[in-house]
C-alpha cells in the first residue's frame, strides 16, 4: 500500500499565522490526493480534493497544491475554528491510505 | 441535505461478530458508491471497504479481507457491513461515507457520525 507522510506531526500557531502542512507519497500518486479536518469528537470533513481543487463551502484561505510524491495543505490566515487534525488521503490506488495526522494546537 | 447515520456499534467478544448499518437520506442513494472508514481511539483514519452503487463490485483492505463484508440495501436506502471474527484491532469508531466517483478510487465528500465498536473481553 502506498504509505503517506505527514509532517509536523503536531504544530502550535497563533489566530492569523500562516501554517502548511506537508504530505509525501511513497510513490508518485499523480494529483490524486484530498485534505481533510477533523475538530475532536467530530467526523473528518474534506477540503481539498485532486491536491488543489477546494471543495464547495470550503473557505478560501485553505489551499493544496503539489503532484506526484509531495504536497501542501496552506492556511493563509489561521481562524479561531482552524484548531483542529488535519489528514491527508490517496486516491491513487486501493488500499485507500491516509496520513498520520498534523495536530494544529494553540500557541 | 445529505445525511447519514450509523448504528450497531457496541461491546463485543473476541472471535464474535457484528453487523454495522448507515441509513442515508437527502440524495439519491442508490446512484452513490458508499464506503466505511474506521478511526481506532486517538488513532488515524483507515479506510474498510467500498461497494457500488449498485452492489455489485466490492474492494477490501487487507486488513478485514476475508472477514468483512460490505452490502446495501437500495430500498430502504440502507448501507451494511458485517464484521466476522472480530479482532481487539478492529476496536474502532466506524463512519459510513458518500463517494462520487463509483468505485473508482476516490476521497469522501460526506461523512456520518459514526458508531463505536469495541472489541474486548
Known amino acids: 500500500a502506498i504509505q503517506l507522510t505527514q509532517s509536523p506531526s503536531s504544530l502550535s500557531a497563533s489566530v492569523g499565522d500562516r501554517v502548511t502542512i506537508t504530505c509525501r507519497a511513497s510513490q508518485g500518486i499523480s494529483s490524486a490526493l484530498a485534505w481533510y479536518q477533523q475538530r475532536p469528537g467530530k467526523p473528518p470533513k474534506v477540503l481539498i480534493y485532486?491536491?488543489?481543487n477546494l471543495e464547495s463551502g470550503v473557505p478560501p484561505r485553505f489551499s493544496g497544491s503539489g503532484s506526484g510524491t509531495d504536497f501542501t495543505l496552506t492556511i493563509s490566515s489561521l481562524q479561531p475554528e482552524d484548531f483542529a487534525t488535519y489528514y491527508c488521503?490517496?486516491?491513487?490506488?486501493?488500499?485507500?491510505?491516509f496520513g498520520g495526522g498534523t495536530k494544529v494546537e494553540v500557541k | 441535505q445529505v445525511q447519514l447515520v450509523e448504528s450497531g456499534g457496541g461491546v463485543v467478544q473476541p472471535g464474535r461478530s457484528l453487523r454495522l448499518s448507515c441509513a442515508a437520506s437527502g440524495f439519491t442513494f442508490s446512484n452513490y458508491a458508499m464506503e466505511w472508514v474506521r478511526q481506532a481511539p486517538g488513532k488515524g483514519l483507515e479506510w474498510v471497504a467500498i461497494?457500488?452503487?449498485?452492489?455489485?463490485?466490492?474492494y477490501y483492505a487487507d486488513s478485514v479481507e476475508g472477514r468483512f463484508t460490505i452490502s446495501r440495501d437500495n430500498s430502504k436506502n440502507t448501507l451494511y457491513v458485517q464484521m466476522n471474527s472480530l479482532r481487539a484491532e478492529d476496536s474502532a469508531v466506524y463512519y459510513c461515507?458518500?463517494?462520487?466517483?463509483?468505485?473508482?478510487?476516490?476521497?469522501?465528500?460526506?461523512w456520518g457520525q459514526g458508531t463505536l465498536v469495541t472489541v474486548s473481553s
Open positions: 461497494i457500488s452503487y449498485d452492489g455489485t463490485n466490492k
Open positions: 461515507a458518500r463517494t462520487l466517483r463509483g468505485v473508482s478510487p476516490s476521497y469522501f465528500d460526506s
Open positions: 488521503q490517496q486516491f491513487n490506488t486501493y488500499d485507500l491510505t
Open positions: 485532486d491536491a488543489s
